[in-house]
């Protein structure tokens, strides 16, 4: 039987540290500082979020593989990181968490199972509690005092550990398909290097810029006065979906079809690579489908189809040229177009270019396929999750 109980009669909220930058260390010299770049959008672990910390803090502030810790504070306009929960992965390393984070330890007589709870805190029963009970404009804030009041279903401990195991089961098969596509851009990294750097040839080559590779397209955000320019129809590229994507296959956002059309000349084909030139700068990604992008973005469309991947890669190691370009004489990073497009490149011949692109297409459309299977088995946990847990699917 389902009962209806109080977050804080089964878990003790912890708060974080409350810091300051001077407080920032390096590896080795500091324990791993998990904050709120470390929670992906909708929950997920970002491993390229942690910092270190060497400043004063609690026994009860540091965190072990297993917590589940909740996200405070929210920097993106859609709420998808406030209250988002994340479990902690194993570190090798002792780690401690920010004052963005609350950490949920569960009470030594509570009958609740850690990954029904994690899955429980990602349903929409708990984010709609939890962006209901936060505030803000610019930055949103959970009310971290409300967080025991949330309501939770309980149903018995059997079930619950039936619930958490078959979500797990889906989340450890995305996971697995996030892994092999690590690898395969791995591999795909080594043929480019083979190809276009250690090549003994290359000192031959032509130099070129960033223009010679194709269409350079500065993405545009239409009028949000009107609302019919938003819609389902087409993606709506930002920066903060491209973190950690090679293949961008999924927008937070997307555009109606006459708000698209409004902007015409804004629309990039599929296989362009998208680079991300105000602020964040230097996040790459590839376009896996027709879509346009907000002005942070600068897309370059292949200047024919053996350019597709090469492009991709010699963009990818230009990283440090395109930070250092828009750090230089700014408050906020900017890269704009007239600078970026004249970014110096070797050119390789057309010959091994189409070497190149016809043994790593294979690669790409693998990690493709395990993107769309990634994206199917989401939406396939995030149907079940409320289902199962409100009772209406039986287990």
């Keep these: 039987m389902t009962q209806t109980v109080l977050l804080g009669d089964l878990v003790d909220v912890i708060k974080g540290i409350s810091y300051r930058s001077a407080d920032y260390s390096v590896k080795g010299k500091g324990k791993a500082f998990i904050n709120l770049k470390c929670v992906g959008r909708g929950g997920g672990f970002r491993f ?4 270190y910390y060497a400043g004063k803090m609690k026994l009860s502030q540091m965190t072990n593989a297993g917590d589940i810790l909740i996200a405070n504070t929210d920097l993106t306009q859609d709420r998808e990181v406030i209250g988002s ?19 949920l330890e569960i009470k030594n007589d509570s009958k609740i199972d850690k990954d029904y709870l994690f899955y429980y805190l990602k349903s929409p029963l708990a984010r709609d509690y939890m962006i209901a009970h936060s505030s803000g404009s610019t930055v949103m804030h959970l009310s971290v005092k409300s967080v025991p009041s949330m309501p939770i279903l309980l149903p018995s401990i059997e079930e619950q550990r039936y619930i958490g195991q078959q979500l797990k089961l889906i989340d450890e098969k995305i996971e697995l398909n996030r892994k092999m596509n690590e690898t395969l851009e791995q591999m795909g990294q080594a043929l480019f290097r083979h ?13 070129g810029t960033i223009s010679d590779l194709g269409q350079v397209i500065t993405g545009k955000t239409p009028s949000k ?5 938003y819609g389902n129809d087409v993606p709506f590229l930002k920066v903060p979906d491209m973190h950690n994507q090679t293949i961008i296959i999924n927008t937070a956002d997307n555009l109606s079809t006459l708000g698209a059309n409004s902007q015409a000349n804004k629309y990039i084909p599929k ?29 370059v469309i292949p200047k024919n189809e053996n350019y597709t991947f090469f492009n991709y890669f010699v963009l990818t190691s230009k990283k440090p040229t395109l930070r250092s370009m828009a750090s230089s004489g700014s408050a906020v990073p900017n890269l704009n177009k007239a600078h970026f497009e004249n970014i110096n490149i070797v050119i390789p011949s057309e010959t091994l ?17 395990n993107l769309q299977e990634i994206q199917t088995l989401t939406t396939l946990r995030d149907t079940l999750l409320p289902r199962l847990i409100s009772g209406k699917l039986k287990v």
């Design 195 to 207: 190809y276009f750097i250690t090549n003994p040839a290359a000192k031959t080559w032509s130099i």
């Design 225 to 229: 006065t009107r609302g019919d320019f």
């Design 353 to 369: 270019l189409e070497e190149f692109q016809h043994g790593i297409k294979s690669i790409f459309k693998i990690i493709e396929t």
């Design 271 to 299: 296989w362009s690579t998208t680079v991300s030139c105000i602020a964040t700068v230097g996040v790459i990604s590839l376009a896996g489908k027709e879509m346009q992008t907000n002005q942070q973005i600068n897309s």
């Design 48 to 51: 390229d979020g942690i910092k």
């Design 85 to 103: 929960p994340i479990i902690m992965p194993e570190l090798g390393e002792e780690a401690c968490f920010s004052l963005d984070l609350s950490k």
